[in-house]
């Protein structure tokens, strides 16, 4: 049994050790209950060896998700190990709030944007899941933390919003519109509706969207497209792939492939990440962090991007105290 404990926990918690941060033995048992629950493992047994294994890892400090893989820029979101430009702030055109992922933790929702109003953002974005469930009451107290904050911002669904309806008629009750196009100084961001893990976009979406990234310079989605380690994209469901969607994934990054879009930006992960497109390098994909407390793999987060002239942006992580 001692083996099979191991075992499983090792292959378990392999997927996890790039992105998690703060590790502590709850936070682990959390995440690994459900797995351990299909070996008959003995609960007592299970957190003795995450107890240990979490105190080997802070002895060693393998795990270590809040320092950016590339030292020179600390606040940088993890992925890609590139050299970090420094700009010209006289180049800047504008700069942009990412949020995600609250899941009905509207505290580190208010915090997070008490922050944003303390930088040059003139506009936040929220890439899904501000609740749990999608109960109507939920995404109210969202739109009203929002509105409250007095910022510009355009929201999309996550999964977990579409929850209570199996679709986005609550969350359209709220917030009217599930998907978005908007030019700000010259710069046109798209944001698409891409959370059903099941139900395929409409085609007159797809035409929309079609339209729309002709001249656009980044995508924003509820769920990533790409990612070179982590499962956790469109058409890919608890480790299962829905043949259907997948496929429909694809389409949509061959559409952005081909056309001059820098980046495509989305939540979902609960971790923030950078990563270049297998085919095309120059194409980004990023990833923004959770601000919800719970099923993190980092500490609550939200992202600011500057957007710079020639074709230039950068991306930087804003840690919740």
Do not use: C
Not at 42 to 54: C, H, I, R, S
Not at 106 to 130: I, M, P, Q, Y
Not at 149 to 159: F, N, T, V
Not at 278 to 306: C, W, Y
Request: glycine content about 4%; aromatic content about 8%.
């Amino acid at each position: 049994m001692a083996i099979v404990v191991l075992t499983v926990f090792v292959l378990s918690i392999s997927f996890f050790v790039k992105g998690l941060s703060n590790a502590d033995s709850e936070k682990l048992l959390g995440y690994l209950e459900p797995v351990f629950d299909k070996f008959n493992i003995d609960e007592d047994q299970l957190g003795e060896v995450a107890g240990k294994f979490v105190s080997r890892i802070g002895e060693t400090k393998v795990l270590d998700a809040d320092r950016s893989q590339d030292s020179t820029d600390p606040d940088a979101p993890e992925g890609d190990k590139e050299e970090q430009i420094s700009h010209n702030e006289d180049d800047k055109l504008l700069t942009i709030a990412l949020l995600s992922d609250t899941h009905n933790d509207f505290d580190n929702l208010r915090e997070a944007l008490a922050s944003v109003k303390e930088t040059s953002a003139s506009e936040v974005f929220f890439l899904g899941d501000f609740t749990e469930l999608g109960l109507i009451e939920d995404l109210e107290e969202a739109k009203k933390v929002m509105d409250e904050s007095k910022i510009d911002y355009l929201a999309i669904p996550g999964d977990h919003d579409l929850w209570k309806t199996v679709g986005p008629e609550n969350f359209n009750t709220v917030f009217k519109k599930n998907n978005h196009s908007i030019t700000l100084n010259g710069i046109k961001f798209v944001l698409l509706d891409n959370s059903a893990n099941y139900t395929l976009i409409s085609e007159e979406t797809i035409n929309w969207f079609k339209t729309e990234i002709a001249d656009a310079d980044f995508v924003l989605l509820s769920q990533p497209l790409y990612h070179p380690e982590l499962q956790v994209v469109m058409g890919v469901v608890n480790g299962e792939e829905e043949p259907a969607v997948k496929a429909q994934a694809v389409e949509l990054l061959k559409l952005i492939r081909e056309s001059d879009v820098q980046a495509i930006i989305s939540g979902d992960q609960h971790r923030s990440d950078i990563n270049s497109d297998p085919e095309k390098k120059e194409l980004k994909h990023v990833v923004v962090g959770a601000l919800t407390d719970e099923r993190n793999l980092q500490t609550p987060r939200f992202s600011i991007m500057n957007v710079y002239l020639g074709d230039d942006f950068d991306i930087k992580d804003v840690v919740l105290e």
